[in-house]
């Protein structure tokens, strides 16, 4: 066996420069300029490796020297060291991605399927509010099921809701490391949910008015001002308050309003637009709503922008109702069951609801305009106590 050790501290600070070996491959090369490194000389399969172990005197004998035989352990494990330090390096370096930071490179590759490229934050905003102050200065691939669980323990009984959406983007985030080459554990969020047990808060649906009321609250909207057009527009048109809010008078030709297919909930990425019939009282609600427009949008705010969703909602409030806007699409489409024979495919329609794939859409192009137009115009008179027909639909 080859001597080691050979080296002192005292007499390796008084070399000169050249080649000075320790033993066992190690050796300390000392230049000309003053310099000096350590070096390993090993054979891997069959092959002479020098491994540089660090800058003498910053790398002091001890250390060469322990450092020397980590690598010579790997070396009798058939293994390279050179090729598992610079692996180490890497895995160390992915360790130190923060969440943050992942977090906005998946917004980022997102926006291209969210409305209007996300620019209404809603997908980023439960991971912005619940999860990156807590979380987001952590590295991705240290983050595991307690982390979340604690995270999300503050909100998972008392807003179900917004923690299931902040679970769900947290995944994502994750899945969108790994996708990048980060080690993480992508099952830490089913396990934090398993940590967190069954949500105590049963979701809610949004109270609605019953569609035998409907008319008398209809009547009650009398007064001609923005908030009282709105909501009878959005009443016998059944579209989402959003859609309604934003409407311009260039979006209705004739008796047809097009709704800009990027407007449409659920159908992000999307080019389709939604043809919304609009019957003889729709159209004169939209006629007294045009001396008011502004910078063409039909429903403007009294300062600046449109109407707001909460403007409407308050308006009921006032009344003592617990039914919200939104919840007349759910009105019109209890009358559409319960009054109607229109068939299921139709009746979600009406309301923008697409209950078929995007193959079967490829071939059946049709929005059943006609039949809605003959729907939606029965639904007005009923709103407008004219009609309580029942209404019986033809199908070919």
């Not at 069959?46 to 790997?74: I, T």
């Not at 209404?120 to 509010?129: E, K, N, T, V």
């Not at 959003?242 to 407007?263: C, H, K, M, N």
């Not at 409407?312 to 109607?340: I, K, N, Q, V, Y």
């Amino acid at each position: 066996m080859r001597a080691m050790n050979r080296l002192s501290a005292k007499s390796a600070s008084a070399l000169g420069p050249g080649k000075h070996a320790d033993g066992a491959g190690l050796w300390l090369v000392k230049r000309e300029d003053g310099g000096a490194q350590w070096v390993l000389r090993v054979t891997v399969h069959g092959r002479r490796r020098e491994m540089g172990l660090g800058a003498y005197p910053a790398v002091s004998l001890a250390e060469a020297r322990r450092k020397a035989e980590e690598a010579r352990s790997k070396v009798r494990d058939n293994l390279d060291p050179i090729k598992e330090r610079e692996r180490a390096r890497r895995e160390a370096a992915r360790r130190l991605h923060l969440l943050k930071d992942v977090a906005n490179d998946a917004f980022e590759s997102r926006k291209a399927e969210l409305k209007g490229d996300g620019a209404a934050g809603r997908w980023f905003s439960p991971l912005q509010i619940h999860v990156l102050p807590k979380l987001g200065g952590i590295p991705v691939g240290e983050i595991d099921q307690q982390d979340i669980r604690d995270c999300l323990a503050p909100l998972w009984h008392t807003k179900a809701e917004t923690a299931r959406k902040a679970m769900n983007r947290l995944s994502i985030c994750l899945r969108h490391a790994a996708a990048l080459g980060y080690e993480v554990n992508l099952q830490a969020p089913e396990k934090a949910r398993a940590l967190l047990g069954k949500s105590r808060q049963q979701p809610e649906n949004i109270p609605a008015v019953p569609w035998t009321e409907v008319p008398d609250f209809f009547a009650s909207l009398s007064d001609g001002s923005m908030t009282h057009l709105a909501l009878r527009l959005l009443i016998l048109t059944g579209v989402r308050s959003g859609p309604l809010r934003f409407l311009r008078d260039e979006q209705i030709s004739g008796d047809v309003w097009t709704v800009p297919g990027e407007a449409m909930k659920g159908r992000k990425g999307e080019t389709d637009d939604f043809r919304v019939p609009l019957p003889p009282e729709a159209l004169e609600v939209i006629k007294a709503a045009r001396p008011h427009a502004r910078d063409g949008f039909l429903f403007p705010s009294v300062r600046k922008g449109v109407i707001s969703d909460a403007t409407m909602a308050r308006l009921m409030e006032r009344r003592g109702m617990d039914a919200r806007p939104h919840g007349f699409r759910s009105s019109l489409r209890d009358w559409l069951a319960e009054a109607t024979d229109a068939p299921h495919e139709v009746a979600e329609f009406c309301l923008g609801h697409r209950t078929d794939s995007s193959v079967v859409r490829a071939y059946r192009r049709t929005d059943f305009l006609e039949q809605r137009r003959v729907l939606m115009g029965r639904w007005a008179k009923h709103c407008t106590g004219q009609s309580g027909q029942v209404v019986k639909m033809v199908t070919a």
